[in-house]
C-alpha cells in the first residue's frame, strides 16, 4: 500500500499520468467528483472532457460520477 495521501495523489501524480496518456484518457470523455474524507482528504474534479489539465482542485457542477471515500 502507498504511504502518498489523497491530495499528493490528485495535485502530483495523477495529473502527470493522465497528461502522459492524453489522447487515450480523452476517448473516455467523462467529468469525475471525487469527493475524499479524512485529514488529507479533499474534493477533486477528474475531467477527461478537455485536451489537457485535467485535474482541479474543487467540486464540479457538470459530473458525471462522483465518487466519494475515505482516504
Known amino acids: 500500500m502507498s504511504d502518498q495521501t489523497a491530495t499528493q495523489i490528485f495535485n502530483e501524480e495523477l495529473p502527470t499520468k493522465l497528461a502522459n496518456n492524453a489522447d ?10 471525487f469527493n475524499i474524507d479524512g485529514d488529507n482528504g479533499g474534493t477533486w ?27
Open 24 to 33: 487515450s484518457v480523452k476517448k473516455v470523455d467523462a467529468i469525475y467528483q
Open 45 to 71: 474534479t477528474v475531467d477527461l472532457t478537455k485536451d489537457g489539465d485535467f485535474v482541479s482542485e474543487g467540486a464540479s457542477d457538470d459530473a458525471d460520477c462522483t465518487v466519494t471515500m475515505k482516504e
